[in-house]
């Protein structure tokens, strides 16, 4: 039997995707979570209140290595590069990292034990590929096998962009998804009633993961997967674009996405953390957007602009 090595690190909850990403980049076989945000209602993860878990500013993120690495060396690459961080504008906080050994099968268990089908929206329900589940008739499941690296689906931000796809969805559209991770985003836009989607992502590694995900769930034959830098290079009009990651590179999407969107379409964006929403705002602003709805959970905010010549809409608080 092998065994891993666990480093554990905490930061803070605005650096928790960048610092996921240099942890796989240092040679994690992936990644586990631990948010308080998650237990927040009316939309957390275990969809209620749960008064006795303390709301704090910071995440744990869990990182496995084999046993044949090296954990000084890691160790020290990581908290250099976390130091990094500062450039780009996200403050990590204090950073705390803590490693120790574990058996192969509490690696291979630990994370999945927290993750049972979740009813996220009205309509969509989450449902582990390994998982026995009998939807009811008003149903829709999307099958997931992310990985550890590409979280479970349950994360605010995603939850709220599926939200915001329920919302915008009417059936027979073309939808981007910039970013697209484990594909749940492109998923739901198809069992929404999406007519086609195109999803795209810088990492060869999501493409892979993502593609696997939709062969899970019969009918997403819709759903194309590239290798692609958000839009650049992009010619293919569409009536919804939807982007779940960092505020700082969601600001680089909006004039492509204006670009590509036909009149009266949508831009979803989401994995803003509330201090960077203005910065967001003026982006899209600037680009030519009208807000149409904000929603927020915890610290995390989701934003659905509408390309449209009138001023006109409701703006969500």
């Known amino acids: 039997m092998n065994n891993w090595q666990e480093l554990t690190i905490t930061v803070n909850r605005e650096a928790e995707e960048a610092a996921s990403n240099i942890l796989v980049e240092s040679g ?36 496995y290595y084999p046993e044949t690495v090296n954990m000084e060396d890691i160790e020290k690459e990581v908290s250099q590069r976390l130091a990094e961080l500062a450039d780009f504008g996200l403050e990590t906080g204090q950073v705390e990292l803590l490693t120790q050994e574990l058996a192969e099968e509490d690696w291979a268990e630990n994370w999945k034990q927290y993750y049972e089908p979740a009813r996220i929206t009205r309509d969509l329900t989450i449902v582990p590929s390994w998982t026995d589940y009998y939807a009811r008739a008003d149903e829709k499941i999307i099958k997931l096998d992310p990985g550890m ?53 810088l ?65 979803i964006m989401s994995g803003i953390i509330t201090d960077k929403l203005d910065m967001v705002l003026e982006a899209a602003y600037s680009a030519g957007f009208f807000l149409e709805t904000r929603m927020i959970q915890g610290e995390w905010n989701a934003l659905v602009f509408k390309k449209t010549n009138t001023i006109s809409g409701i703006i969500g608080g």
């Open 28 to 63: 994690s076989q992936g990644v586990a979570i631990d948010d308080s945000a998650d237990y927040l209602g009316p939309i957390g993860k275990y969809g209620e209140l749960f008064p006795e878990v303390e709301q704090v500013e910071t995440v744990k993120i869990t990182a």
């Open 149 to 201: 690296a590409f979280g479970t689906g349950t994360h605010p931000t995603t939850k709220m962009s599926l939200y915001a796809l329920e919302q915008v969805l009417r059936g027979g559209e073309t939808v981007l998804d910039v970013g697209t991770g484990s594909g749940v985003l492109s998923i739901a836009s198809s069992l929404l009633g999406a007519k086609e989607i195109y999803a795209y992502d």
């Open 203 to 267: 990492d060869d590694v999501a493409v892979r993961v993502a593609q696997e995900n939709i062969d899970l769930n019969p009918g997403t034959e819709n759903i194309r997967v590239r290798t692609g830098d958000l839009l650049r290079g992009v010619e293919k009009r569409a009536n919804v674009v939807v982007a779940n990651i960092l505020a700082d590179i969601l600001i680089y999407l909006t004039d492509d996405a204006y670009r590509l969107l036909e009149d009266e379409g949508y831009l």
